[in-house]
């Protein structure tokens, strides 16, 4: 069966345009509740959300599936998505729930999902929640006595904020340190801040004003240029940008040059190799990161183990063979030792733990590896799917034979929107560039 619903991350789209309206978000919390109401126990669900102005149509109307089939309902209100997932799990929820479209704009909403281990759903999973939504559920609601309630959970806040700076190394303190964090306008304006001047450090937080239509509005981890400038401006010693539900992160140095998530999975990953807490002998990135952090990992003795584009699949590969780090170039790292999903902050911090602990400039410290010239361009298509096409597929064999084993191509489908992202990597930038070039012809072609 296909999935209609459900990308690489939730069920994500345009606010009050289909999939992404009230009667859908209803149907969603009603699926879900009955799929995850097993046992006599009173159930729960905790839900979550970022800044955007259409969470407020969206999370009631998940309320109101969810109370019709008797599950109560914790709100916590803008959240960012490893502390829903982080509660899900300690709280002994059954369910959690983020709304969020991560780092589109605010026209966008998007409904994420985690089981009662904190984890994102499964693949089969998803496709029961479909079939589900697709149905009449009408025979399974509870009788009005036992109709679930909605309450606001008060503290959720603080217990993140205490979580998150539990991951740091408990004999360290950020005194001195003058750091910009850049919130994004979204989900973590009040946390990530909070947790950073609780360790010490002079904080300069930027994007920390939502109005439901500012989230990543030329902010946040994929609009770094506000970070840079502020880096510069107040001559602070690193800059940390979250997305809009902040789960990803991308750093700046001192200098206000950007540090992608490569180098910064890089780095994590050689620190807890030497302090001897690395598992699984590597990192689990998926196919767009860098062959230069890969080449960099061998030269330490670690593997690089590559996975589809999706954080849910690094997880899942993670959790496979073992690792307890894994990521996305975009800035998405899963500390499995803390988390069950990628953590902005938290990742922040274990960088923070190194410059901390060397006393080194951040661009000494998180600037490991030169990458290979590397190249990504979307390309926005319409009815027609380009990928289909024999014109594009000459097109990326022809790419490829040119690189001749120098470099790679990879060609995909946007999860989340309609894309098709050319990427090309090699040691020849000229080459790399003239090769995405041909492709993107290619594909604008048949758009």
Known sequence: MTRKLFGTDGIRGTANIYPMTAEIAMKVGMAAGHYFVRGTHRHRVVIGKDTRLSGYMIEPALVSGFVAMGMDVLLVGPMPTPAVAMLTHSMRCDLGVMISASHNPFGDNGIKLFGPDGYKLPDNVELKLEELIESDLSSQFVSPEKLGRATRLEDASGRYVEFAKKTFPEDLRLDGLKIVVDCANGAAYKVAPAVLWELGAEVIPVGVTPNGFNINKDCGSTAT??????????????????????????????????????????????????????????????????????????????????????????????????????????????????????????????VLAVIVERGQPTSQVCRLFDPFPQILKNVRYGNTFPLDEESVQ???????????????????KSGTEPLIRVMAEGQDPALVEEVVDDIVAAVVEVS
């Open 225 to 350: 240029d506000t970070l840079s400038q502020q880096v510069v401006t107040h001559k602070a010693d690193i800059g940390i940008a979250l997305d809009g539900d902040a789960d990803r992160l991308i750093i700046c140095d001192e200098n206000g040059d950007v540090i992608d998530g490569d180098q910064i999975m890089g780095l994590v990953t050689t620190h807890l190799h030497k302090r001897g807490l690395l598992k699984g002998g590597g990192l689990v990135a998926t196919v767009m990161s860098n062959m230069g952090l890969e080449k960099y990992l061998e030269d330490q003795g670690l593997t690089l183990q590559r996975t589809q584009v999706g954080d849910r699949y690094v997880v899942e590969r993670m959790r496979a063979d073992g690792f307890n780090i894994g990521g996305e170039q975009s800035g998405h790292i899963v500390l499995g030792d803390y988390a069950t999903t990628g953590d902005g902050l938290v990742a922040a911090l274990q």
């Open 394 to 412: 000459q097109a990326i064999e022809e790419g490829e034979g040119r690189l001749n084993g120098a470099g790679r191509v990879l060609i995909r």
